[in-house]
């Protein structure tokens, strides 16, 4: 009797806890079936620029918020076509570059919802002691072109506001991958780099340089240089998805600002392929660039995102078209 009672306590208690973790299987379940799915785009291959965002990912931050965010590069016509047709909700974008996105009879539903550093950290590196601290000295030089309408326009005007001729700058289409090899070989003497990535790798190789940044030539090109955007229509409709999405990338990127070298880590965890000395270096110099001279992570100064699309409408490089004030950002969303 005995026996059988210990048989059927038994078997009781296995009944509870099999109950039990079909309890504990649905509940977890349910709460990832509530988690908000969003896809996130980058705009080319895993670098500093993401940090923040990979931080978010690993620390939890995003599934704290009821996120469940997946991070995929880009299609060949870009992050902008992916999160314009809805496939994606948020991705990495440029000011300048996500132009033709918003503008005319194909204008797509994006917006930018945070600036991912502060100031435009792109300009012109060349050989040291080759005359092009200053774009003047540009002048009968090799630069590597994109041939790109804004590109163009940008450099015609710091070279001729610093007192040169643009005719005399001698542009060769673009082939650099690798802006230190570049200049090394002497294939190219100028390019356009953004200094946290391509500058500090030239530092690394001991290599030395000139540099001059566009905005300490002219405001104007102190324009939003890279940028979250988000699409237009769902942001609408999930307010409170997008708000917790930025708060979110927030303490991602607070946390790379105040810890490099363990961000610097995370992002190499996701994307071991890159240099580890590079990914430190450069992790280093924006750390001190995400914010910059702002209390608000993210924030878009009207003024100087009107200032750049102002100079854009005055050029007249929409073939007609023109951008209205106030068009393609919002700071709706961030968290204060």
Not at 131 to 139: A, C, F, S, V, Y
Not at 301 to 319: C, H, M, S, V
Request: charged residues 25%.
């Amino acid at each position: 009797m005995k026996k059988l009672f210990a048989i059927i306590l038994a078997c009781a208690l296995m009944v509870t806890v099999l109950a039990g973790c079909g309890a504990q299987k649905t509940e977890e379940k349910t709460e990832s079936a509530e988690k908000t799915k969003i896809t996130f785009v980058l705009d080319w291959t895993p670098n500093t620029n993401h940090t923040g965002l990979y931080v978010a990912q690993d620390k939890g931050y995003f599934s704290d918020a009821g996120l469940e965010v997946e991070i995929v590069q880009p299609p060949e016509d870009g992050a902008e076509m992916l999160v314009g047709s809805g496939k994606a909700q948020f991705g990495v974008s440029f000011q300048d570059s996500m132009l033709p996105a918003i503008t005319g009879e194909s204008a797509m539903p994006i917006e930018a919802v945070a600036a991912l550093v502060q100031h435009n950290t792109s300009g012109i590196i060349s050989r040291k002691g080759e005359g092009m601290d200053r774009p003047k000295g540009m002048e009968g030089k090799r630069y590597a072109t994109w041939n790109l309408p804004v590109e163009l326009a940008t450099l015609q005007q710091v070279v001729e506001n610093d007192g040169g001729d643009f005719e005399k700058v001698e542009m060769i289409p673009s082939t650099v991958t690798d802006e230190v090899s570049a200049l090394q070989s002497d294939t190219v003497d100028a390019i356009w780099v953004f200094y946290g990535w391509a500058g500090v790798a030239t530092e690394l190789a001991n290599l030395e340089t000139d540099y001059f940044a566009f905005k300490d030539i002219d405001p104007v090109f102190d324009y939003y240089t890279p940028v979250v955007i988000g699409n237009t229509d769902w942001m609408k409709e999930n307010p409170d998805a997008t708000k917790a999405f930025l708060e979110a990338l927030k303490k991602g990127y607070e946390f790379a600002i105040d810890n490099p070298g363990d961000a610097a880590e995370i992002l190499l965890n996701n994307a071991p392929e890159l240099d580890k000395e590079l990914v430190n270096a450069s992790q280093k110099y924006l750390s001190a660039e995400y914010k910059s001279d702002v209390e608000r992570w993210g924030y878009i100064d009207p003024a100087r995102w009107n200032a750049f699309y102002n100079w854009i409408n005055e050029k007249g490089l929409l073939d007609g078209d023109t951008v209205p004030e106030n068009t393609g950002f919002t700071n709706d969303y961030l968290p204060q």
